[in-house]
Every structure is written in C-alpha cells, then in structure tokens.
C-alpha cells in the first residue's frame, strides 16, 4: 500500500505554488512598508505556553492541540497560533528592555487536530502582525490599514472588515456577570461545551457555532453596555481613523474572539465567498497576554490572515502566472550546445529561461513553450548558429524580429527580463 499524508495535511504543488509564493512575497513587501521586521520562531513550544496564553477551557488547548512528551518527558506542542511564540520569543530575548513599538511579523505553518474543510486543513499557514508595546488608538487603526492595503495589493476585493471592542478588565467583569446570569436561566438548552465554557468564560458562548447557542445568543447583553469611558473613547478614535484612512468597516457588537488574551478593540475580515467558514481571518488587542507570561505589563495587538483562504479567493493574477522569459527552441546537437550555454549566461543575470534537454522536433519544442507560458522563444538551428541570427518571436502578439545571437542575450541580460 502506497504512503500517504496526513488527513489534514497537504502537499502545495505547482501551479498552486506561485501563487502562494506571490501571496508571500506581496505579504512581505507591505509588512515591510509599514516598517514590521521579520520573526521566525520554533514550530515546537512547550505546551505551557499554550494552555497559560490560549487558555486550558479553550477547544484549541482542550481538544485541538497536537501535543505529545519528548524522550526527555517534556510536553512539547506544534504552534496552533503565532502570537504566543512571538511574546515568547519578545520576553526570552528582552526586547522589552529596548523602546517600542516592536512591529514583527510571521509567515508559517500552524496546526490543529480539527475536522478538515474548504480552507481549513490540520497544517495550515498564516501571515501573522504584532504590534508590541503601542497602547493607543492609532496603532489598532494602522495595523487595521495594513491588512486592508495587503488585501488589496493581492487583489482579494470580496473580504469585509468587522469590529467590536471587548472592553478592558476594569469594565469586562459586569459584563460577564450579565452574560452568566443571562446563560445559566437558559443553560439546559446549550450545548455541552457552552454549559462548560459558561463557568470559565461566558464570552465564548457568543462565539459557538452550534445554531441552538446562537439562536439563544441573540437576546444575550451587548458588550458595548459595559464599555467604561476610556473603552467607548478607544473604540470610536479607532474608528474615525479608519474613515480618515477610507476603510470601511461593519461594527458588530456580538463579535469575540475565542481566545482568553484579547481585550478592547477585535476584528475579523470575513468574506461570503467560503460557505460556512465565513472567516479569512482577524485578531485584537491582547494588553495583558505579556504580563501573564512573566513579563512586564506591555500592549499589543496583532492580526493573522490564513494563506490557504486568501488563495481560494486569489483572483487570476498575470503577477503569479507568469511563465518563462525565454524558451529557446535547439536544433541540432551543437545549436543545443550554444543554447545551454547561453541559458546558464542569462540565468545568471536573473531570467528565467527554459529549454529542451532532449533532441526534439520544432513542433514539439514549440508546444512545450507554449504550455510553459513562455513570453519569447528564440528558435536556433545550424544555420542561425552559422549566421550568428536568430529569430525571437514574442509569444503574446505572434511578432517576430530575426536578430542578432548575442544582442538577443545582452538585451534580455540588461532588461533582467
């Protein structure tokens, strides 16, 4: 019986790869433009840091997680989410000694043992912000413009930005004891895991995904009832920074995130193009997630998007579809001899060239070129070779110049094409 992978985990085979390298390249260019540095942490944490960051009563933690002891006896865990690794990282390495705001960003795979979907495998990957040590306003709203710049950049144009603020621990605590109340008249008709989540975080319940809770959710207190006044000033600085910014936005006042470390401003980018899994991604602020790893009281916010979903909503982009410069059709050993030649020159300078390796008819070769997307093909046989001329036919208008051997590799050199 042949081996397979893993349920749940993919291979990413062309001609799905270039598409995600375009996803990446494109994440990094706009990270960068906003002056986020780059942060590659252990896809393999101890599993503490999990369950004191996630939080133990979470699915993730409780039943998602894959966690296993090492042969020294230590729980190690597969990172299911970025941001606990990057504060890890943030207080192991003592940045915090260093003036903020740290601006780091991630790209890399996740994991969590849940039942595959459209977009959702067991190994997925994100692109993951974080904004470490900025308190105000303005940092919620420039990390906000950023995905929506990168969204655009990509050309995804069906994603909807949604927020809410959770409010902080000075105003959270009357809420949740409104929602308890709220629940516990009502519990009988709950799911399992909302009857649990109720005794350690009622908020979770306005996030469960079984409709019975969410019918019964729909009569539950509004956050926004509770918002002390440095909360509702927050929340409304966010959004009139986003409007100066041009972009729009829906508020949602039921919206939370699962995790136990968010507070005040959450958001999530949804789309109706996915079906149930309606979520492309989304993130908050997280102000004392640091001080419960041991580490200075510091705010942050951060954001991830996951790649598998924005590719399922990737528009058909020239940028990533790109095929070869240059296909240059050999006849003749000796023809094969100067194209191998001229191929390693112009790879050299960075262009990407293909040829047969193989003797080959010039029908066949041209079909090869055509299927490879080539933008050019140079056609060189004996009597080219002997002239010193070939001729370049562009692939995309059927034009055709003949042209000398050499002024054809210098040009495509010079142009990097």
């Given at each position: 019986?042949?081996?397979?992978?893993?349920?749940?985990?993919?291979?990413?085979?062309?001609?799905?790869?270039?598409?995600?390298?375009?996803?990446?390249?494109t994440?990094?260019?706009?990270?960068?433009?906003?002056?986020?540095?780059?942060?590659?942490?252990?896809?393999?944490?101890?599993t503490?840091?999990?369950?004191?960051?996630i939080?133990?009563?979470?699915?993730?933690?409780?039943?998602?997680?894959?966690?296993?002891?090492?042969?020294?006896?230590?729980?190690?865990?597969?990172?299911p989410?970025?941001?606990?690794?990057?504060?890890?990282?943030?207080?192991?390495?003592?940045?915090?000694?260093?003036?903020?705001?740290?601006?780091l960003?991630?790209?890399?795979?996740?994991?969590?043992?849940?039942?595959?979907?459209?977009?959702?495998?067991?190994q997925?990957?994100?692109?993951?912000?974080?904004?470490?040590?900025?308190?105000?306003?303005?940092?919620?709203?420039?990390?906000?413009?950023?995905?929506?710049?990168?969204?655009e950049?990509?050309?995804?144009?069906?994603?909807?930005?949604?927020?809410?603020?959770?409010?902080?621990?000075?105003?959270?605590?009357?809420?949740?004891?409104?929602?308890?109340?709220?629940?516990?008249?009502?519990?009988?008709?709950?799911?399992?895991?909302?009857?649990?989540?109720?005794?350690?975080?009622p908020?979770?319940?306005?996030?469960?995904?079984?409709?019975?809770?969410?019918?019964?959710?729909?009569?539950?207190?509004?956050?926004?009832?509770?918002?002390?006044?440095?909360?509702?000033?927050?929340?409304?600085?966010?959004?009139?920074?986003?409007t100066?910014?041009g972009?729009?936005?829906?508020?949602?006042?039921?919206?939370?995130?699962?995790?136990?470390?968010?507070?005040r401003?959450?958001?999530?980018?949804?789309?109706?193009?996915?079906?149930?899994?309606?979520?492309?991604?989304?993130?908050?602020?997280?102000?004392?997630?640091?001080?419960?790893?041991?580490?200075?009281?510091?705010?942050?916010?951060?954001?991830?998007?996951?790649v598998?979903?924005?590719?399922?909503?990737?528009?058909?982009?020239?940028?990533?579809?790109?095929?070869?410069?240059?296909?240059?059709?050999?006849?003749?050993?000796?023809?094969?001899?100067?194209?191998?030649?001229?191929?390693?020159?112009?790879r050299?300078?960075?262009?990407?060239?293909?040829?047969?390796?193989?003797?080959?008819?010039?029908?066949?070769?041209?079909?090869?070129?055509?299927?490879?997307?080539?933008?050019?093909?140079?056609?060189?046989?004996g009597?080219?070779?002997?002239?010193?001329?070939?001729?370049l036919?562009?692939?995309?208008?059927?034009?055709?110049?003949?042209?000398?051997?050499?002024?054809?590799?210098?040009?495509?050199?010079?142009?990097?094409?």
């Amino acid at each position: 019986m042949a081996i397979q992978a893993v349920r749940g985990m993919k291979d990413l085979l062309p001609p799905e790869s270039p598409k995600w390298r375009f996803i990446e390249a494109t994440a990094r260019e706009v990270f960068s433009s906003f002056g986020f540095s780059e942060i590659r942490t252990p896809i393999l944490e101890r599993t503490e840091l999990f369950s004191r960051s996630i939080g133990e009563e979470t699915d993730i933690v409780s039943k998602e997680m894959y966690t296993f002891s090492d042969r020294s006896g230590d729980s190690l865990t597969m990172r299911p989410e970025a941001t606990a690794g990057v504060v890890r990282a943030f207080l192991e390495s003592k940045l915090y000694a260093v003036p903020g705001p740290h601006k780091l960003f991630t790209i890399g795979p996740m994991f969590r043992h849940e039942r595959p979907q459209k977009g959702r495998l067991r190994q997925f990957h994100q692109l993951d912000c974080e904004v470490l040590d900025d308190a105000g306003p303005q940092g919620d709203a420039e990390l906000l413009v950023l995905a929506h710049h990168l969204l655009e950049r990509l050309g995804v144009r069906q994603v909807t930005l949604v927020l809410n603020s959770l409010g902080c621990p000075e105003c959270r605590p009357g809420f949740k004891q409104g929602l308890m109340d709220y629940f516990e008249s009502r519990q009988g008709a709950l799911c399992e895991d909302c009857r649990r989540r109720l005794a350690s975080n009622p908020l979770r319940v306005l996030d469960c995904k079984q409709e019975g809770c969410r019918e019964i959710s729909q009569g539950a207190p509004l956050i926004s009832g509770s918002w002390c006044e440095a909360c509702a000033e927050h929340f409304e600085e966010v959004k009139r920074l986003l409007t100066m910014a041009g972009v729009s936005y829906e508020t949602d006042p039921k919206l939370v995130r699962g995790l136990d470390y968010y507070t005040r401003t959450a958001f999530e980018f949804k789309t109706s193009q996915l079906g149930a899994q309606d979520a492309v991604g989304g993130g908050g602020r997280y102000d004392g997630l640091i001080e419960v790893l041991g580490g200075p009281a510091t705010p942050a916010i951060g954001f991830a998007l996951g790649v598998e979903r924005l590719a399922l909503l990737l528009e058909d982009n020239p940028e990533w579809q790109k095929g070869p410069a240059l296909f240059i059709a050999a006849l003749g050993d000796e023809p094969r001899d100067w194209a191998f030649g001229a191929a390693q020159k112009l790879r050299r300078a960075g262009v990407w060239v293909e040829m047969s390796a193989a003797s080959a008819s010039l029908k066949a070769q041209m079909r090869r070129a055509n299927k490879s997307g080539a933008a050019r093909v140079l056609i060189v046989g004996g009597e080219e070779l002997t002239a010193g001329r070939a001729p370049l036919k562009d692939m995309a208008t059927g034009e055709q110049q003949d042209l000398p051997l050499e002024e054809i590799v210098n040009r495509l050199m010079a142009a990097g094409a």
